[in-house]
């Protein structure tokens, strides 16, 4: 099956630095990438929809000055998280679609902890 | 906008059915998904309805309908195992929306 992959696995940063996380496609082109956020005990919350060679779609209340997402090729999709703050703590999970003819999957990356000191 | 419901917890003992419910009022439906996460890792995908009727694949078997805005998981033979999170998840308007996410604890 399709694989995503997500560069760091984890990360502890101090508060006031920026952290960039990578999402890549690795057997298959994604056209789009989704981010989405999770907190513990929580549901995903769709951050943005990444889309290669144009600007990202943020949902309502999420920064894009805060969260700059990059999709720079058909493969990759980098999410940084700047002047990170202890509350920007979280578990970040990238996912990109592969459409295909009778179903419709997204498959995820292993996801990036963020922690925040 | 967009919701989905979904119970918060069910428990069963092993060998059991479970059956997870999944509410949604969206626009623009395309489908509607299931995904499975466990603790600390990343959710992986269970299956798809994009039309009214049953999926199955092994174990698990999803049911969707259209107009009803329901659908659902079923597990079945429940090993220790599928102790995790379930998730449902709505496709429309190019993205995916999920439910809260139920938590399925299986007992002895």
């Known amino acids: 099956g399709a694989v995503v992959s997500q560069h760091p696995s984890r990360v502890i940063c101090k508060s006031g630095t920026s952290v960039k996380i990578e999402c890549r496609s690795l057997d298959f082109q994604a056209t789009t990438m989704f981010w989405y956020r999770q907190f513990p005990k929580q549901s995903l919350m769709l951050m943005a929809t990444s889309n290669e060679g144009s600007k990202a779609t943020y949902e309502q209340g999420v920064e894009k000055d805060k969260f700059l997402i990059n999709h720079a090729s058909l493969t990759l999709s980098t999410l940084t998280v700047t002047s990170a703050h202890p509350e920007d703590s979280s578990f970040y999970i990238c996912s990109a679609p592969r459409i295909a003819v009778g179903g419709n999957e997204q498959f995820f990356g292993p996801g990036t902890r963020l922690t925040v000191l | 906008g967009q919701s989905l419901e979904q119970p918060s917890e069910v428990t069963a003992v092993e060998g059991a059915i479970v059956q997870i419910n999944c509410t949604y009022q969206?626009?623009?439906?395309?489908?509607l998904s299931w995904y499975q996460q466990h603790d600390g890792g990343a959710p992986t995908f269970l299956s798809y309805n994009g039309l009214d009727g049953l999926e199955e694949t092994g174990r698990f078997s999803s049911f969707l309908s259209r107009s009803d805005s329901y659908g659902y998981l079923l597990l079945q033979e429940l090993q220790m195992k599928d102790s995790a999170s379930y998730f449902c998840a709505v496709i429309g308007r190019g993205k995916l929306q999920f439910g809260a996410g139920t938590q399925v604890v299986v007992t002895p």
């Open positions: 969206t626009s623009g439906f395309y489908g």
